[in-house]
C-alpha cells in the first residue's frame, strides 16, 4: 500500500517541526513540507527550513514564494483603503496567514494530498485562518493539527523530537515575532501585562537616526512607484526602500488591542515603518484628490475590508467586489506627497499632483470667492438653516446657554 500524503504548513518553527517528525515517524505519513514565504523569511531562513525539514523526516521540501501574490492581492488594496484595524494596526500578520493559506492548500491539491496540517494551538485567530481556508480549498482533506488536538506544551514537543535525535535552538524567547513584508508582530513579555508597554530592547530594529530629513513618496493611481525620485516598476521594491528608511527613524511601533475571531481580547506590539509612512501618504493625497463622499464611502468599505481579513473572511465574495470600488476610487490618486521624517514619528508636509482639488478656479478658501457672490454666499446660508429655524422655532425651549 502506497502511503497516504500529508503537506505540513512549515515554518520551521517547534510546532511544525513536530508536527512533521510525528507525522512521518508515527503515523507512517508521506510527509510534504510546505514554506509559502509573504516576504519575511530570509534566503539563510528558508535554507536551513529545507535542511531541517529533510533532518525531521519530510519526503520533499519546497517554498512558495508568493510575495508578489500577496502585494497584488492584498498589500495593494490595503493601501486603497487606508486600512488600519482599529486605527492603529495595518492587519499584517493575519493578512498573511490567509495568502499563507491559499498558497499551502493550492499546493496540496497539486499533489493530491490526503491530508493537510499545521501548527495552530487552540487559543489563538491563526487556526480559524488555516482551517476555514483548507475547508473551502481543501474540503475532502483531512485538516491535522497535533498541537491544538492533543494540547501540547513546548516541553513535550521539545523531549520528543531531542529523544528521536533531533537538536535545534528552540528555547523560548521572551518574545515571539512576525516577520513579513508589511509589518513584524511581537508577542509576549511586557505585552502580556496590560499596564505595561514595550522596552526598547524588544523592537529588532532599533533606532539609528537623529534629527529629522524630508521623504518623497510617487503615487500612481494609488499605487507606490517612486522613492525620494527613485522609480520602481516593482512596488515590493518601492515598500522595502521605505521601510529601510523609516525603520532606522524607529516608526511605525504602536501597541494594537483588539477583539480576536474567537471571542477574547488579544494585544500585540508591532513595528511597521513602511506601512504607516505609505498609508499616511496615501491617505493624505486622498484628500487633495477625491470628492467628499467618495472619501467617505471608501471609508466606510475599507473599514470592513480590513475587519473582513482580519476575520478570515477573504474568500467571501464581497470582498471581490470591495476591491473593486476601491480600484476605481483611485484613478485620480496620482501626485507626490512629502513628508518630515523625525525619531518615533512623522509629519505630512505638501502635495504635488494635477488633480489637485485644493487649486481651484472658483476660490481659495478663506481668501476670497471667485465662483460666487456675496448675495449668493448669503442665500445659500439662509436656505441651508431653515431646518434648524424650522425647529427650534417651535422648540425655543431647547436652546442652551
Keep these: 500500500m502506497s502511503k497516504k500524503k500529508v503537506v505540513v504548513a512549515f515554518s520551521g518553527g ?26 519575511g523569511f530570509s ?9 531541517n525539514a529533510y533532518k525531521l ?32 494596526y495595518p492587519v499584517s500578520v493575519s493578512s498573511e496567514r490567509i495568502f499563507q493559506g491559499i498558497a499551502i492548500a493550492r499546493y496540496a491539491n497539486e499533489i493530491g494530498a490526503d491530508a493537510i496540517a499545521h501548527g495552530s494551538t487552540g487559543a489563538g485567530n491563526d487556526q480559524v485562518r488555516f482551517d476555514m481556508t483548507f475547508l473551502v480549498m481543501c474540503p475532502k482533506m483531512e485538516i491535522i493539527t497535533l498541537t491544538r488536538d492533543n494540547n501540547l506544551s513546548r516541553k513535550e514537543e521539545v523531549d520528543y523530537l531531542n529523544a528521536n535525535g533531533y537538536f535545534a535552538d528552540f528555547t523560548k524567547l521572551k518574545y515571539s515575532y512576525n516577520v513579513g513584508i508589511w509589518g513584524t508582530s511581537i508577542c509576549g513579555g511586557e505585552i502580556l501585562d496590560s499596564k505595561q508597554g514595550l522596552p526598547e ?13 524630508v521623504l518623497s513618496l510617487d503615487f500612481v493611481k494609488g ?3 517612486g522613492v525620494n525620485g527613485t522609480r520602481y516598476e ?28 474567537i471571542g477574547i481580547k488579544g494585544r500585540v506590539g508591532f513595528e511597521a515603518a513602511a506601512p504607516m ?63 518630515e521624517l523625525r525619531p518615533y514619528g512623522f509629519s505630512t508636509i505638501g502635495v504635488d499632483s494635477e488633480n489637485d482639488l485644493v487649486k481651484s478656479k472658483l476660490g481659495e478658501y478663506g481668501e476670497g470667492a471667485k465662483g460666487w457672490t456675496s448675495e449668493e454666499a448669503k442665500g445659500f446660508i439662509k436656505i441651508t438653516s431653515n431646518p434648524l429655524r424650522v425647529y427650534y422655532g417651535n422648540h425655543k425651549d431647547e436652546f442652551t446657554e
Design 201 to 213: 530592547s524588544a523592537y529588532l530594529k532599533q533606532v539609528e537616526k537623529t534629527g529629522s530629513e
Design 277 to 339: 509612512l505609505i498609508i499616511g501618504a496615501h491617505k493624505f493625497l486622498e484628500k487633495f484628490t477625491l470628492s467628499k463622499w467618495q472619501q467617505y464611502w471608501k471609508d466606510q468599505v475599507s473599514n470592513w475590508y480590513g475587519m473582513f481579513t482580519h476575520e478570515s473572511q477573504y474568500l467571501e465574495p464581497v470582498m471581490r467586489d470591495i476591491e473593486a470600488m476601491l480600484t476605481e476610487s483611485q484613478r485620480n490618486v496620482t501626485g507626490t506627497v512629502t513628508l
Design 234 to 261: 516593482d512596488s515590493i521594491e518601492a515598500i522595502q526602500a521605505v521601510e529601510k528608511i523609516g525603520a532606522a527613524y524607529g516608526i511605525g511601533r504602536d501597541m494594537h488591542v483588539g477583539d480576536t475571531i
Design 57 to 88: 523526516g519530510a519526503k520533499q521540501y519546497v517554498t512558495l514564494d508568493i510575495t508578489k501574490e500577496y502585494y497584488e492581492k492584498s498589500i495593494r488594496y490595503m493601501v486603497y483603503g487606508n486600512v488600519l484595524r482599529n486605527g492603529t
Design 43 to 51: 534566503a539563510e531562513q528558508l535554507k536551513a527550513n529545507e535542511e
Design 14 to 39: 517547534l510546532d511544525t517541526s513536530y508536527t512533521v517528525m510525528y507525522l512521518a515517524k508515527e503515523k507512517g505519513y508521506e510527509v510534504y513540507a510546505a514554506c509559502a514565504n509573504t516576504g
Design 223 to 225: 499605487e507606490l512607484k
